[in-house]
Every structure is written in C-alpha cells, then in structure tokens.
C-alpha cells in the first residue's frame, strides 16, 4: 500500500508547480524591474553626455535650464524613453574641491554655466518610479519629498566658442 501511494503521480504537478510558481514570478518581476531602472538610467547617462558636450562647446544666453531645454535639446539629445516635461536639468560652477559638490543636490535649482575655461557639474534628474519592490540599481536622490534618478557631468567650458574670456 505504502508502494502504490510513491508511485501515484495524479497531482504532482500541481503540487510541484505550486511549490515553483512564487519563486519563478518573482524572479520574473525581479528581472522586468531591474531592466526598466537600468534602461532609465542608461538614457538619462547618454542624455547627460550629450547635453554637457553641447553645453562645453557652445555659449548659451538663456535664463533657466528650462528654456535652455524648451530651445531643442530636449527633443534632439533625449531618446523616446524619456518623457522631456519630467527632466530637470541643473548646472554649477566648481569652486574649491569636487569632493565638496558630492552631496549636493542641484535638480533645476541652479542655473550657472560659468564662464569660459571653467569647470561645471552637469545634472539631469527625472522622476524615479518604483514598479513592484524598492529595487535601486541607479542613482536615486531624495529631493522636496520626491525621488528622483540623477545623472551627472563634468565640463570645461570650451575658452574659443563658450564666449572668450567674457561672462
């Protein structure tokens, strides 16, 4: 009797797959909400590049980082993952050491490209969305009560097209 209930296989899979099921679903997920946060972070790091390298060579006039962003560079550097309404982006000149600027936030707050020859911190921020568990594999900052993915550059303003030795 003892024989014919370890041969007996009628629920054995159910039972198997009820054993595998949370751990395969949650690797599932684990591994859809590591990709998503990786691709943000990875767009955000190529946008970053590509707006520092336009901001190193060329001078710029504008106000606020937003209507430097509203001017094109939004569209033209930010790939379609990117929603260009939600991005901050935020520039400073270095003073002292770099070591100091490590903390801090600059979000859309500050808006100062230095002069000519200078050297300035470049960061983009966007929202930072949590899927299914507080996963962070990116560069999260917590600023005004909200979380945001940061990406950041550091330049040199080009002395020849950033507008000479002028400010």
Request: proline residues 4%; aromatic residues 10%; charged residues 20%.
């Amino acid at each position: 009797m003892i024989g014919a209930w370890f041969r007996d296989k009628h629920g054995g899979v159910a039972i198997e797959f009820s054993i595998l099921a949370i751990p395969f679903f949650a690797m599932i997920f684990a591994i859809i909400e590591v990709g998503y946060h990786a691709l943000i972070q990875s767009e955000l790091d190529r946008a970053t590049t590509t707006i520092a390298q336009h901001i190193s060579s060329f001078a710029h006039a504008e106000p606020t980082s937003s209507d430097y962003l509203a001017k094109g560079p939004c569209k033209d550097y930010v790939g379609s993952v990117l929603d260009c309404t939600k991005l901050r982006l935020g520039a400073t000149e270095v003073e002292g050491r770099m070591v100091d600027f490590r903390n801090m936030i600059i979000g859309s707050s500050v808006w100062s490209l230095g002069c000519a020859g200078d050297t300035v911190i470049i960061e983009l921020t966007y929202p930072y969305t949590e899927l299914v568990s507080p996963i962070v594999i990116a560069d999260v900052v917590n600023d005004n009560g909200g979380e945001y993915y940061r990406s950041r550059a550091v330049i040199r303003r080009e002395p020849m097209f950033a507008g000479g030795s002028e400010c």
